[in-house]
């Protein structure tokens, strides 16, 4: 079904390193199934990821 297409789509853009279009098929999918619990893990997952980027570009910027 489309949760599991967005899922899906997700986990491949996660795993090219595109992690903000694998929050927004997973923030889709969780918005079609609140209770699909692995793009809710998936979800939390790429956010920590995401600000853990935010935090080294900041390091890196501290450095400069």
Do not use: C, H, T
Not at 11 to 22: K, T
């Amino acid at each position: 079904d489309q949760v599991d297409k967005l899922y899906i789509l997700g986990l491949e853009a996660y795993a090219s390193g595109n992690f903000e279009l694998a929050k927004k098929y997973w923030e889709e999918a969780v918005k079609l199934d609140p209770y699909f619990d692995p793009a809710r893990d998936s979800l939390a997952m790429v956010n920590a990821a995401i600000e853990v980027q935010r935090q080294v570009l900041e390091i890196q910027k501290l450095d400069q």
